[in-house]
Nanobody, 123 residues
């Protein structure tokens, strides 16, 4: 199983980005996926997760109302739409997938990880 994250970049505060996570080697839609992020000098933290069906989602409080996680089963791809970005959102963002259909917000619950994509929000 390989996950490929993309879509990061440099954006001004208040701007938007959409991250993508494309899976190969498995039927992505059968399993939950999540997004995590790690800022310099900090531990990796949970950002959002979505169930296999797409009907159940979860977000860390700091991104609720600004970020939206979704998935396209036909494309075997997951997305993280980020709006109203803040400098504190700057981090390397990782997508992850787990061998379970239901969401979890803990890092250890995920079995497969992408390589990360850098998001930098300037003030």
């Amino acid at each position: 199983v390989q996950l490929q994250a993309s879509g990061g970049g440099l954006v001004q505060a208040g701007g938007s980005l959409r991250l993508s996570c494309t899976a190969s080697g498995r039927t992505f839609s059968n399993y939950a996926m999540g997004w995590f992020r790690q800022a310099p000098g900090k531990e990796r933290e949970f950002v959002a997760a979505i169930s296999y069906s797409g009907r159940v989602t979860d977000y860390v409080d700091s991104v609720k109302g600004r970020f939206t996680i979704s998935r396209d089963k036909a494309e075997n791809t997951g997305y993280l739409q980020m709006k109203t970005l803040k400098p504190e959102d700057s981090a390397v963002y990782y997508c992850a997938s787990r061998d379970r259909p239901y969401i979890d917000n803990t890092e250890r619950a995920y079995d497969y990880w992408g390589q990360g994509t850098q998001v930098t929000v300037s003030s």
